[in-house]
């Protein structure tokens, strides 16, 4: 233990800890211009937000009083995010709950907390312990290879994955090698701290026994460890996250056996429902409005700018600006961020992301009967701004390492191209990717959407699966062969796309969310309640408090969509 962490320790036992966390931060007020500045900054922020929602916020809405089981929110430490998190305490509040939120110590976002006035807030440096460096180390060494260490697991945590993931973001790789010094430093660090976790995580939940808990970004470090333990306890972990616009989000409840899917899939209940329901071409043209209409406002994803730079091009101009063969087709490849939500989802058919694109990019380069598009993911330009970071992207780097200059049948559009990637379905003949949520939309338009991933919408009727590196590769050596989605299929993939787009989706009535393009997609939220009867009244919180209560399904489901959405035909 170092003498940081001994020293920590002892605050946090003598109760301490934040009366030296407060006096350091008034040390580096005073010392600090850039830190003062930034700090300013967000204190005039907080002082907006209050005057406009101060007093909306304040509402009593709990019918049982502080008398209701705790729910436990996971913040997630940021200014931007803080202010979606107030707008879901009081749906807590609403469902009958008593609100507790678990942050890291901070000044400024306790005073957020603060305006709902009832809300229990905690914080994590009370429950970790010290970092093991030791057992840590121990362990890595234990690990012959990667695929091993990812393996690994403590008291049925998986921190291997976890620690993996945390360090791969941290490093900005897409790969992890145990013979780099760097990179083994980079998982003893993570996996110290996974470690740290899993026994705060036990802690956390003895101490608060709380039997519902929200998150908001369950793979990495600590929330993983966290969300593991509730899943093994049998508790009701929900996680909550923008959706595919402004004022949109979705929610998904989760046990063991789903643990591994993707916040935006179907739950077997849905899909089943879906699958099994009459059809009519209008549903299918709604959703394929829902995102033209989207992607043409430039608010798809808007969360991290996938589409701020972005425009509709004509299939014409497209084929000429890029300048592909116009008498072969074209297969488009769309690389996942190599290093950004790694392990998360289902089972990687060649083993993680960036591994994935390197085997795909050899295969296109020895198909020349077939145009291939590589499509770099815009959201690398919000994420590297975000960062502070500039220059070519992880996946970019990939491309040049591996192929140096393309090939005369291989292209490579940038993040920052203006071509919408809604624009490329009027040219793909074929979609390639692990589980993107570009797949889901290819599909809908009858593309064949060649998948290397578990975990989101693959085998549910009309994508193109693969149970080996081998049989995915040997897809791509003749991929000209790949047929068109029949009828069959298109009407499945409208069917799954109309779920995830239209019937999952929360559209928000009661508050509004939007991104700017000026300052980084930061949120901007804004109540449309006042008092404690517009909060009572508002059928979206309503509808969300009830789905939070009931506590059986897995998929919140907005009630005015699948109202309007399917019917089964039933004897």
Request: include cysteine; aromatic fraction near 10%.
């Amino acid at each position: 233990m170092t003498f940081r962490d001994t020293l920590r320790q002892i605050l946090v036992r003598t109760r301490t800890f934040g009366i030296a966390h407060g006096a350091r931060r008034h040390i580096r007020l005073l010392t600090d211009g850039t830190y003062r500045a930034s700090e300013h900054g967000r204190r005039k922020a907080l002082q907006a937000f209050s005057e406009r929602h101060g007093e909306a916020l304040a509402s009593e809405l709990s019918p049982n009083g502080l008398s209701g089981p705790r729910a436990l929110l996971i913040g997630f430490g940021v200014d931007e995010c803080i202010r979606l998190e107030l707008p879901l305490l009081k749906i807590l509040e609403m469902a009958g709950f008593r609100p507790v939120v678990l942050t890291e110590r901070d000044g400024i976002l306790r005073e957020y907390y603060g305006l709902l006035g009832n809300t229990e807030v905690v914080y994590w440096d009370q429950y970790r312990p010290a970092l093991d460096y030791a057992r840590a180390a121990a362990l890595v060494d234990e690990a012959p290879t990667v695929q091993s260490f990812l393996e690994l697991e403590v008291d049925g945590i998986r921190v291997g994955r976890f620690a993996a993931a945390t360090a791969m973001k941290a490093l900005r790789v897409g790969e992890l090698d145990l013979q780099s010094d760097t990179h083994r430093r980079s998982l003893e660090l993570h996996l110290a701290s996974s470690l740290r976790y899993v026994l705060a995580s036990r802690h956390i939940l003895d101490e608060l026994r709380s039997d519902t808990v929200l998150f908001v970004d369950r793979g990495y470090t600590p929330q993983a460890e966290l969300f593991d333990t509730c899943l093994n306890r049998g508790l009701d972990a929900i996680t909550w996250n923008t959706a595919h616009k402004s004022s949109t989000l979705l929610f998904k409840r989760y046990d063991r056996h789903i643990r591994d899917e993707h916040y935006s899939s179907l739950s077997a209940k849905t899909w089943d429902r879906l699958r099994k329901a009459s059809w009519e071409e209008a549903k299918t043209d709604r959703v394929r409005d829902e995102l033209r209409r989207t992607y043409e406002s430039q608010d798809w994803y808007s969360e991290v700018g996938t589409q701020f730079n972005a425009r509709t091009v004509d299939r014409q101009q497209i084929l000429a600006s890029i300048g592909v063969d116009r008498d072969k087709k074209v297969a488009v490849i769309f690389p996942h961020i190599v290093w950004d939500g790694s392990f998360f989802w289902g089972d990687d058919l060649l083993g993680n992301y960036r591994n994935w694109l390197v085997e795909t990019l050899k295969a296109a380069a020895a198909n020349d009967r077939v145009n291939w598009v590589v499509k770099i993911h815009p959201a690398n330009t919000t994420k590297n701004a975000r960062a502070g970071l500039d220059g070519m992207t992880a996946e970019e780097q990939v491309v040049r390492d591996h192929l140096g200059e393309l090939p005369d049948h291989m292209f490579l559009l940038p993040p920052e191209t203006e071509i919408s990637t809604y624009s490329l379905f009027a040219v793909a003949d074929y979609c390639l990717t692990v589980r993107g949520t570009v797949g889901m939309e290819a599909a809908l338009f009858g593309i064949p959407v060649i998948t290397a991933g578990t975990g989101r919408y693959d085998r549910r009727g009309f994508t193109v699966d693969s149970d080996s590196p081998e049989a995915y590769l040997a897809k791509l050596a003749h991929i000209e062969d790949v047929p068109p989605l029949t009828p069959e299929e298109s009407e499945l993939a409208a069917k799954f796309a109309y779920g995830v787009f239209i019937e999952r989706p929360c559209a928000l009535t009661s508050y509004s969310v939007t991104y700017s393009k000026e300052h980084l997609t930061q949120a901007d939220v804004r109540l449309n309640v006042e008092r404690r009867e517009d909060w009572l009244a508002a059928d979206d919180l309503v509808s969300l408090a009830s789905w939070l209560k009931d506590g059986s399904e897995s998929d919140y489901l907005h009630p005015q969509s699948v109202g309007d959405g399917s019917r089964v035909e039933t004897a």
